[in-house]
DNA sequence: CGCTCGTTTGACACGGATCAAGTCATGTGG
DNA sequence: CCACATGACTTGATCCGTGTCAAACGAGCG
């Protein structure tokens, strides 16, 4: 198993218990074969570091299993969740573009599959296949919407209540109405730049009102249009 | 003069008080020349808007002179700021690449000169020219690093002073220790998601402590270092 | 001159951070 | 099997920072 890293990281069976690759990169076939003969697969458990904050560039990891957590960490130890990446993701790009350091840490939220490709490789293959510059841009287009999405929380959502309900609504956009939170009460509060009892306050003002529900693990949204409306206020 | 938006726009002469364009689109003359000639010159007289949130692309925009402000508007009328553009820069990627309606809305602080690109000719040069698309990764990736540095001050800096303390630091990176401040101190606040009172009570502190000072119309940095203690916290 | 716009300063209330307990579940070692 | 440790969640009390409202100042300009 190569590391692109020096970070630990564990010899594991393919046929482990990680669900099989998405294989979302909608390339052409034999755009496909040469990203594959460029990258390695790599493995990494839960909680591993795929890449660091002010760490500079080694190359992008296209993410086949797993999902990433994507944050920054203040001097002061403080840090905010961009957002979770999940299988079929290009991460890395904007240090790999720039050749600047990485602004944001990669974490593995669960155990990771990953193709690696190093940054010569990925220079190369953006110079020769038109077909990848294409993949790239949606990519870091996409990357763009989630941090501007961001700064719509964190800068126009005031109140925690207006914070809490769009990230709870955000949410559910990706998998229906309810949807099995595997982010703990800390994770949102880093999320949304707020302390974690806040968090709890918030959510427990919203299931006394009815807005929420706890079912089992999961927690349901009971009344999506009441949530839509604390946003706009 | 082309009419990419239906809103009011001055017809202006090319030789009026605008200064030349950057022409800082590093391309190949040959690139260049493709562009020119699939792109319209545009004017647009200062607090214009080039574009607006939630609306569809039209196409892109290279600007060729004056700065334009990138912001995004809640519900209740409350703004916040992303960035301001400068000379050279390509604005509306995001939703010309995703297709999807724009999330700010681009409004000139000056009177401005734009390369305009319609939608269909971006999606064309996109396939067509290689070179295009670097040029558009490298555009992408520099709104997604400031993007990135807009979570971080609304994020990881909980005090104003420390907001205010980053963005004069970031604005002073831009042009020495001296910068004439073209923003008000309402725009500052929307920047930074504070009140323009608490804007102007930060500053005055700043002065006080001999941080900064007023020179006729600019604002200089006495103290980097305190500034950037301040924020380290 | 009187208008407007940006700035300055003060008083006050409110929201969320902070500190401090205490609950509940899970897991660990004796 | 029980005692204990750990981690996440819950709840309450208090305090500080900003938002908000209000009033006034200064500069530019018709």
Redesign the interface.
Known sequence: VALPNGIELSERNPTSAIKAPDSLCNLSPTAQKSFEAASRVVFYPASAILFAEAQPPRGVYLLRAGRVKLA?T???G???I?RVAGPGELLG??AA??GKAH??TAEALEPCQVDFLQFGSFRRL??ER?EF??M???Q??????S??????T?????KASEKVARFLLIWASHGGTAATLPLTHEEIAQAL?LTRETVTRTLAEFKHKKLIAMVGPDLVICNKPALQSL???
């Open positions: 920054m203040s001097a002061e403080k840090s905010i961009l790009l904007g573009v720039s602004e944001l953006l110079q038109a510059s294409i790239v841009i949606e870091l287009s996409r990357d763009y919407s941090a501007c999405s961001q700064v719509r964190l800068g126009l959502c005031r730049g946003i706009a206020a």
